[in-house]
């Protein structure tokens, strides 16, 4: 699956965009000005639960808080 297919199946299962991942983490806590300061795990667990999302989907969310890949990653 690509970086892009994954974004375009969150979108749909939640709703939520990059930019609403970024903003909420901001708000849990998890980023501080745009900079991850949790684990990778503090990240999977939250979508995890809170948006059901199974764990490629969690570690793609966090590739982008992390900086690694970005929305037109491919």
Not at 21 to 35: C, I, P
Not at 51 to 73: D, P, V
């Amino acid at each position: 699956m690509s970086f892009q297919a994954y974004l375009t199946t969150i979108k749909a299962k939640t709703g939520k965009d990059a930019a609403d991942f970024r903003k909420l983490a901001e708000e849990k806590g998890f980023t501080k000005k745009g900079e991850l300061i949790v684990k990778a795990g503090d990240i999977t667990n939250w979508l995890k639960t809170d948006f059901e999302l199974g764990h490629g989907h969690a570690m793609a969310i966090y590739a982008l808080l992390k900086g690694i890949k970005n929305e037109s990653s491919q």
